[in-house]
């Protein structure tokens, strides 16, 4: 448990507008009865978020109201509704991972556990929310105030949120077991949580994929057995013989068979890049599964069909992290199976936000070090 003493300011990081943002006091908000409110500790910088301050938009989530950026937290609760029951299990003094995303409880998806792809979900520093976890306070439902025991610090209980979302692809969804192989495309921070939650649940082989060096060498560092660099595309050479070539090449690289023992059972896609998305079904074995994660500049891909049919693949998108995934990532966490340690790079004080969204968007901070993962404070 942690000390907390009820302050009445709230100031919050706040996106006006494409590289308009500010430091603002908002109100401290109130609760309903089945939420709890938090004072945020610890907030991590996630691709979205940047992408948000440079371009306003994220696909059909467009900016048009000042909100609050932040999403990836871990805190200590604040203050509990007069519905939270003792069952529960949480009181003021508890540290928390925010599962930043209220679906409606109400629609088909919810109705059926599959409450991440709720049409009605209010996510955190997403329009049309202008509530983000860049703030000292946070509100959310009781139920998503997930408790980190006293081992797991306040900056990994933040990158449980990237870490969910590598549990929901990897094990959710893809279903991956122990002794099977798979391939992760990008060597980002949510390729590295795919690649940790892999060797964590007992992989025999993971490989990262990725055109940066720099990410490969620290993807082998931290959870892959293998790292392969692809070759650039031949002039005139047509995107699916590109596919074709590349996936071949890896395979003599890194002695992968087409089938049997050794052969690739998922492949996750963290990129988007569509000679990624088509190098992965060539890659799969018979009967294999896709996941893709990743979201790029271009939705609009040309698909392999034949080795999608063929084969009999299986193939899945994967959002955001639904039932159970919260609670296996702080697991892994807490069991050691997982270190996030080497994840966060960089640390910020809350009055220098905007030096971390810097660091991020350059992949460089101030001296020149990597970025990985820049951790903010929480307001003092």
Same mark, same amino acid.
């Given at each position: 448990m942690a000390q907390v003493q009820m302050k009445h300011d709230n100031p919050s990081f706040v996106l006006h507008g494409i590289e308009n943002v500010k430091f603002e006091e908002r109100p401290v908000p109130?609760?309903?009865?089945?939420?709890?409110?938090?004072?945020?500790?610890?907030?991590?910088i996630c691709g979205s978020d940047v992408h948000y301050l440079t371009h306003g938009r994220i696909g059909d989530y467009v900016l048009e109201k000042p909100m609050c950026l932040g999403h990836e937290s871990s805190g200590v609760i604040a203050k509990i509704g007069a519905a939270v029951k003792?069952?529960?299990?949480?009181?003021?003094?508890?540290?928390?991972?925010?599962?930043?995303?209220?679906?409606? @409880? %109400?629609?088909?998806?919810?109705?059926?556990?599959?409450?991440? #792809?709720?049409?009605?979900?209010?996510? !955190? &520093? =997403?329009?049309?929310?202008?509530?983000?976890?860049?703030?000292?306070?946070?509100?959310?439902?009781?139920?998503?105030?997930?408790?980190?025991?006293?081992?797991?610090?306040?900056?990994?209980?933040?990158?449980?949120?990237?870490?969910?979302?590598?549990?929901?692809?990897?094990?959710?969804?893809?279903?991956?077991?122990?002794?099977?192989?798979?391939?992760?495309?990008?060597?980002g921070p949510v390729g590295l949580m795919c690649m940790a939650v892999a060797r964590a649940l007992g992989? @025999? %082989?993971?490989?990262?994929?990725?055109?940066?060096?720099?990410? #490969?060498?620290?993807?082998?560092?931290? !959870? &892959? =057995?293998?790292?392969?660099?692809?070759?650039?595309?031949?002039?005139?050479?047509?995107?699916?013989?590109?596919?074709?070539?590349?996936?071949?090449?890896?395979?003599?690289?890194?002695?992968?068979?087409?089938?049997?023992?050794?052969?690739?059972?998922?492949?996750?896609?963290?990129?988007?890049?569509?000679?990624?998305?088509q190098m992965s079904l060539h890659l799969l074995k018979p009967a294999g599964t896709f996941v893709g994660v990743g979201m790029g500049h271009n939705m609009n891909i040309n698909v392999p069909f034949f080795p999608l049919i063929n084969k009999q693949l299986k193939m899945i998108g994967s959002f955001r992290y639904g039932t159970g995934d919260y609670e296996l990532a702080i697991s892994l966490v807490e069991r050691g199976l997982v270190d996030l340690k080497p994840i966060k790079t960089q640390q910020y004080e809350f009055d220098h936000a905007m030096e971390a969204f810097e660091a991020t968007k350059k992949g460089k901070d101030a001296n020149g070090k990597t970025v990985i993962k820049c951790i903010i404070n929480g307001p003092k």
């Open positions: 109130e609760i309903q009865d089945d939420q709890v409110l938090v004072e945020v500790r610890r907030t991590g003792p069952e529960m299990g949480l009181k003021v003094g508890d540290r928390v991972a925010l599962e930043p995303g209220r679906s409606c @409880r %109400k629609c088909p998806e919810c109705k059926k556990g599959k409450y991440e #792809l709720c049409q009605f979900m209010d996510f !955190a &520093a =997403t329009p049309p929310s202008i509530y983000g976890t860049l703030a000292r306070y946070y509100a959310l439902p009781a139920d998503l105030a997930h408790p980190i025991p006293d081992s797991v610090t306040f900056e990994d209980g933040a990158m449980v949120e990237p870490l969910s979302v590598g549990v929901h692809s990897v094990s959710t969804l893809g279903q991956l077991k122990s002794n099977e192989i798979v391939v992760i495309f990008g060597a992989s @025999r %082989k993971v490989i990262a994929v990725d055109i940066n060096d720099d990410r #490969l060498k620290f993807a082998k560092s931290y !959870a &892959a =057995t293998d790292v392969y660099k692809p070759g650039k595309k031949n002039e005139g050479e047509s995107d699916d013989d590109y596919s074709v070539r590349a996936a071949k090449e890896l395979r003599e690289a890194l002695g992968v068979p087409q089938l049997g023992r050794g052969s690739i059972d998922l492949a996750v896609d963290c990129t988007g890049a569509p000679s990624c998305i």
